[in-house]
């Protein structure tokens, strides 16, 4: 009986051990495998002496339909951020091999599933599959080889950020994908030739459970952003735990022009607190306002008095000067010589594009198409007006004269509904903001594409992806060299 007591105590003592052992090798992960069809088995060891986890992997690529890389992973329910910095071990290798971040609805190789990957040659991408089998879609960063990457889920919403210096980190891209708890988190390589392995390194990981957060319990969080035309780098101006629009960049370039609880406010493009606008009565502004060409005025829309109306104050601030007396009109754009505004306006159930003398005066109709034509706004030279129309079934971006005649549609991509085309000061770009076709209207809180496209002519590209909608681009926000363009995005949070 002794002998039999024994050999137990020995018997749990060695599985003690070995979990242990396991432990110690895999840190904070739960186990390790090959996911898919791989020739080379992979492995996965965390060194404590150094606080760097170590991960082998072959596969002929974590893309298109179905899988081959070794995983570290743990199981987790909720929301959770997750940090790393990667580095390969090596010289060569496939340019297209990957190591990063991953969140997982199963083991399977066809799973769907969210990453941040650093491939071999330095590109960063957000990476996903939505459906069990389906095609792989990625989001590119604007930076390669960054020194950090950060993967964020909140609820279904993805988050990709990048760090150049291992401290702050730059959001990146955005997107929305349901999965189902719990998902396997952990760390992924790929060597994207399945005839050898490749080795990654991984340190400062880091694992921050958020918890499972109910939708009653979550906030609105606005973040005030630039971002590059060439690069598509993004940059936070300025984030709250509240509800703020569509900003202007000013025509010195210093500062942005943004409403939000009804008012306006500036903020330094360097950042810094916004400082209140002083715009007197007009004490319920929405998202449509915007800076004189000289810079002495603004622009704005405001129903402190009724329907939304026209109004102009001084752009250091003053007592407001009423231009449309009907209502509802939403301002939209300024002519280049400052002499007259452009606007969106409800007339007899209709909603069309319309000008008025910025002196005041009587209104002239330019567009008459059964549905919405919205978010007017004249190029440059001045040899156009752009404008978005439903009048195709579909809402895209079209263009005129400036007195209404030779009406042209401009993108015809029939899986985007176009919104609010800006022109770029140098007259090169349009920047738009496109939702999916299905969606109707430009509600907030959606998945959305800051797209750009040239002027002369060409299919868009997309320059961003982000949730947002309302609020994001309403008006003019191009930076006056045309080097970049202000928007603003929105996340769900945990009160």
């Known amino acids: 009986m002794r002998a039999v007591q024994f050999i137990a105590v020995a018997w749990l003592m060695m599985i003690g051990s070995a979990d242990a052992q396991n432990t110690s090798r895999l840190g904070i992960f739960e186990g390790t495998t090959d996911v898919g069809k791989v020739r ?57 091999r990957k190591a990063g971040w991953m969140i997982r609805q199963s083991l399977d190789a066809e799973a769907p599933y969210v990453d941040v990957m650093v491939h071999g040659d330095g590109l960063t991408s957000l990476q996903y599959r939505k459906l069990p089998g389906g095609s792989t879609e990625e989001l590119q960063a604007p930076v390669k080889s960054p020194t950090a990457i950060q993967l964020e889920r909140r609820g279904d919403v993805f988050s990709m950020s990048v760090s150049t210096d291992g401290k702050s980190f730059l959001p990146a891209q955005r997107f929305s994908l349901t999965l189902q708890d719990p998902v396997y988190v952990g760390l992924a390589v790929c060597a994207h030739d399945d005839a050898v392995t490749e080795t990654a390194r991984f340190s400062a990981v880091d694992f921050k459970p958020y918890g499972q957060t109910q939708s009653k319990n979550l906030a609105l969080e606005s973040t005030l952003e630039t971002i590059s035309e060439q690069t598509a780098e993004r940059r936070s101006v300025y984030q709250a735990r509240r509800h703020f629009e569509a900003p202007n960049w000013s025509p010195e370039g210093g500062s942005l022009l943004f409403n939000g609880d009804g008012r306006l406010y500036t903020v330094p493009v360097a950042g810094g607190e916004p400082k209140l606008l002083d715009t007197g009565v007009a004490n319920r502004c929405n998202n449509d306002h915007g800076f004189s060409p000289d810079g002495k005025w603004i622009a704005l829309s405001d129903q402190h008095d009724g329907p939304s109306r026209i109004y102009v104050v001084p752009s250091g601030g003053g007592t407001p000067r009423l231009v449309t007396p009907l209502g509802p009109s939403y301002w939209h754009g300024w002519s280049p010589d400052g002499r007259t505004l452009t606007y969106c306006a409800e007339r007899n159930g209709n909603y069309d594009v319309y000008t008025i003398p910025v002196a005041g005066g009587t209104e002239r109709r330019l567009t008459t198409a059964d549905g919405l034509d919205d978010g007017p706004e004249y190029s440059p030279d001045g040899r156009y007006i752009y404008f978005n129309s439903e009048r195709s079934g579909l809402m895209k971006i079209w263009r005129m004269q400036p007195d209404g005649s030779d009406q042209e549609p401009v993108t ?20 738009l903001l496109s939702y999916d076709k299905d969606v109707k209207g430009h509600p907030a809180n959606q998945d959305v594409a800051l797209r750009i496209m040239p002027v002369s002519g060409g299919q868009p590209r997309v320059l961003a992806r982000l949730f947002g909608g309302q609020g994001t681009i309403n008006v003019p926000s191009w930076s006056p060299d045309s080097r970049a363009a202000a928007f603003v995005s929105y996340r769900l949070v945990a009160r």
Do not use: I, K
């Open 40 to 96: 080379h088995a992979g492995s996965t060891e965390f060194r404590p002496q150094s606080d760097e986890y170590v991960v082998t992997g072959g596969g002929a690529n974590l893309w298109g339909n179905t899988d081959a890389f070794q995983f570290a992973w743990r199981r987790h329910t909720g929301d959770v951020g997750l940090t790393a910095q990667v580095r390969w071990q090596g010289q060569g290798g496939n340019a297209h």
């Open 412 to 431: 015809s991509d029939p899986d985007y509904a176009d919104w609010f085309a800006h022109p770029s000061p140098d007259g090169r770009w349009l920047l």
